[in-house]
């Protein structure tokens, strides 16, 4: 059973930068694509970004060009770099299985974007 935890986000001002991470525990790490995803209060799941097994990413497009997802198997740790930060990126990011299992949901991690 992997168990994911998040860590590193906070409270920043427009245009600043966080750096957030993903510890997974368990062998199958290394072999699985992954996802950073995140929910706003009233709404869905969403994923942001996303990387393989080989690090190919994928972004939404509302992140594109500001985040970057990034994985060292070694360390069995993804992480998100997130700069450019907006007052609606403003949610609580998870990790998470890309395609997300259900039963490895985390508590995730609030970043608050706000002068």
């Known amino acids: 059973q992997v168990q994911l935890v998040e860590s590193g986000g906070g409270l920043v001002q427009p245009g600043g930068s966080l750096r957030l991470s993903c510890a997974a525990s368990?062998?199958?790490?290394?072999?699985?694509?992954m996802g950073w995803y995140r929910q706003a209060p009233g709404k869905q799941r969403e994923l942001v970004a996303a990387?393989?097994?080989?690090?190919?990413?994928n972004y939404a497009d509302s992140v594109n060009g500001r985040f970057t997802i990034s994985r060292d198997n070694a360390k069995n740790t993804m992480y998100l770099q997130m700069n450019s930060l907006k007052p609606e990126d403003t949610a609580s990011y998870y990790c998470?299985?890309?395609?997300?299992?259900?039963?490895?949901w985390g508590q995730g991690t609030q970043v608050t974007v706000s002068s």
């Open positions: 368990g062998s199958i790490f290394s072999i699985v694509s």
């Open positions: 998470n299985f890309n395609p997300a299992l259900s039963a490895a």
């Open positions: 990387i393989t097994r080989g690090g190919t990413t």
